[in-house]
């Protein structure tokens, strides 16, 4: 059974760090693209940062650029996303997703998520 | 970058009606367009992917339509489960950005 599983989350200062991570189950996270993607508690969806199959070719939101890092482990079969300099604005909810067969662009199974709050 | 905007941004609905949601892009993604439905409480689901194409196991009362800048998730007729927020996403080009959501509510 194909599977995510964010951890990670956290209570965090402004400027501080954190690493999430997302465990996958049933496939190989190095076979797929794999995605970001963060929500505030009642607000809209934000793509946070996709990493390609081959594992060379990353992309990043605006707002996180130059902040943020995704990254993987095949022999663990794990994504992280390493967080740094965060703000407030960056409190949210944050769901890994996997791509989609067809095309890796689209997120076919998606985690439930783990929860990052930025406060002092 | 491109936006996206959505209309309605919510709509109420009765069982049985047809729903249609409306997506644009401000400049065009040819059929790079994804559709999203999110339950509250849950992780967002795919419905549609490259503009048309329904995603297994998704009921066939949905259907995606249109390419360029215009585009439409139709549900052919409502059911109690349908309720939640609707949302596109562009995949022309990054980033990859959301449009910012229908709510759908069941009278």
């Known amino acids: 059974q194909v599977q995510l599983v964010e951890s990670g989350g956290g209570v965090v200062q402004p400027g501080g760090s954190l690493r999430l991570s997302c465990a996958a189950s049933g496939f190989s996270v190095s076979d797929y693209g794999m995605h970001w993607v963060r929500q505030v508690p009642g607000q809209g969806l934000e793509w946070v940062a996709f990493?390609?199959?081959?594992?060379?070719?990353?992309y990043y939101g605006d707002s996180v650029k130059g902040r943020f890092t995704i990254s993987r482990d095949s022999s663990k079969n794990t994504l992280y996303l390493q967080m740094n300099s965060l703000r407030a604005e960056d409190a949210a909810v944050y769901y890994c997703?996997?791509?989609?067969?067809?095309?890796?662009?689209?997120?076919?199974?998606w985690g439930k998520g783990t929860t990052v709050t930025v406060s002092s | 970058d491109i936006q996206l905007t959505q209309s309605p941004s919510f709509l109420s609905a009765s069982v049985g009606d047809r729903v249609t949601i409306t997506c644009r892009a401000s400049?065009?993604?040819?059929?790079?367009l994804g559709w999203y439905q999110q339950i509250p409480g849950k992780a967002p689901k795919l419905l549609i992917f490259a503009a048309t194409t329904l995603q297994r196991g998704v009921p066939s009362r949905f259907s995606g339509s249109g390419s360029g800048t215009e585009f439409t998730l139709t549900i052919s007729s409502l059911q109690p489960e349908d309720f939640g927020t609707y949302y596109c996403q562009r995949l022309n080009a990054y980033p990859f950005t959301f449009g910012p959501g229908t709510k759908v509510d069941i009278k």
């Open positions: 997703a996997k791509g989609h067969p067809n095309s890796h662009d689209y997120m076919d199974v």
């Open positions: 990493m390609r199959f081959t594992g060379s070719d990353k």
């Open positions: 400049q065009g993604i040819s059929a790079y």
